[in-house]
């Protein structure tokens, strides 16, 4: 519904259904700039879930809700969500950037080659790895000294990935 917050839809690929929802250019306007947040989207390698990384500092698994085999008229529902509490700073603070999230953000992400993990790079300079199902962290993966910026599991083994940023590391 359109009021439901856990609704994800493509930016270019509203249909005329979701569209006639839509009531006034206030509406699509309101819309376009909730997409916006949205600084990433990836599809997993054998299923229909989809990972959506935020400004806000989260990340979504999307599954589809299906209605009669159909995922268009189900929509997406979001299987959960992933964030990690920015540290408190040294005056006791919360770590907020310009008004901005509490959470870390997410710079990167790939899932696993089996699709059932999710790792995620982290402006901690963390990758963290995620259990694509039930949403829990598994692991905090430490190494680099600057923030990663690229993510790519192994093309077989799913235990491997690489992992990339500016620190050379």
């Not at 997406?76 to 700073?89: D, M, S, T, Y």
């Not at 993966?141 to 590391?169: C, K, M, Q, T, W």
């Amino acid at each position: 519904t359109r009021d439901d917050p856990d609704v994800i839809r493509a930016k270019y690929g509203m249909s005329s259904k979701v569209k006639a929802h839509l009531e006034t250019p206030e509406d699509i306007r309101r819309e376009m700039m909730e997409l916006d947040d949205v600084n990433l989207v990836l599809w997993a390698h054998y299923s229909d879930a989809v990972v959506s990384t935020g400004k806000d500092g989260t990340a979504r698994v999307w599954r589809p809700r299906l209605r009669g085999g159909d995922v268009a008229s189900g929509g997406w529902a979001c299987a959960f969500v992933a964030a990690v509490p920015a540290p408190q700073q040294d005056d006791g603070s919360e770590g907020r950037r310009r008004g901005g999230p509490l959470n870390l953000m997410v710079n990167s992400a790939c899932w696993s080659q089996d699709d059932q993990r999710l790792l995620m790079s982290y402006s901690d300079h963390s990758v963290r790895v995620w259990c694509a199902i039930g949403g829990t962290m598994q692991h905090v993966l430490h190494g680099h000294i600057g923030e990663v910026f690229v993510l790519s599991p192994h093309p077989r083994d799913p235990r491997l990935a690489l992992s990339a940023g500016y620190d050379g590391r």
